[in-house]
């Protein structure tokens, strides 16, 4: 069975770096994306970006300038970092797996999520 | 980017009552589409992937259809269990992108 935990900070005054990790238990790492998603208080789901094992990565334009996804393949984890968090950033955000089934992409695996506040 | 429009935001339903949800794309995605459920506090769980397929586990009251721009979410039997906010997401092309949501509760 596959599992997602993930951790980092909770709390950050504005202008500082947000980062959190996110590790894979069971099933294979390699052959899929690992994404990060966040969703605002009360609000719908954002796609931030992704990686695979071979540390390509493809992000969301709306949030590019200010991330990096990384992958440490020896120990099964993916990382994120956003610099310059402004309260705008408040959000929950999960990591999880993409995987290609019957022609088609979804996210069938997701990480318990991490709530980050941005607040001075 | 893909907007994904979803209607109703919200709605109230009976149990046994039957659910449809639509989602639009705004353009066409083929049937790279995807439902998830999400209850309050957890994280978003797939229940239809590729439009159509439901995924492992999840009870067969569930449903999906439609390709290219227009597309469906049914319940059948609506269950207590099935009181949650559900989303839909396109997988054709990055960013990938979630409607608003919709959530259903209990009338």
């Known amino acids: 069975q596959v599992q997602l935990q993930q951790w980092g900070a909770g709390l950050l005054k504005p202008s500082e770096t947000l980062s959190l990790t996110c590790a894979v238990y069971g099933g294979s790492f390699s052959g899929y994306y690992w994404s990060w998603i966040r969703q605002p208080p009360g609000k719908g789901l954002e796609w931030i970006g992704e990686v695979n094992h071979g540390e390509s990565t493809n992000y969301n334009p709306s949030l590019k300038s200010r991330v990096t996804i990384s992958v440490a393949t020896s120990k099964n984890q993916i990382s994120l970092k956003l610099t310059s968090v402004t309260a705008a950033d408040t959000a929950v955000y999960y990591c999880a797996r993409f995987r290609w089934a019957n022609n088609g992409y979804s996210f069938d695996y997701w990480g318990q999520g991490a709530l980050v506040t941005v607040s001075s | 980017d893909i907007q994904m429009t979803q209607s109703p935001s919200s709605l109230s339903a009976s149990v046994g009552d039957r659910v449809t949800i639509t989602c639009r794309a705004s353009q066409s995605i083929n049937n790279y589409l995807n439902w998830y459920q999400q209850k309050p506090g957890k994280a978003p769980k797939l229940l239809i992937y590729a439009a159509s397929s439901l995924q492992s586990g999840v009870p067969s009251r569930f449903s999906g259809s439609g390709s290219g721009t227009d597309f469906t979410l049914t319940i059948n039997s609506l269950q207590s269990e099935d009181f949650a906010t559900y989303h839909c997401?396109?997988?054709?092309?990055?960013?990938?992108?979630f409607g608003q949501g919709t959530k259903v509760d209990i009338k």
């Open positions: 997401q396109q997988s054709y092309s990055t960013p990938w992108t």
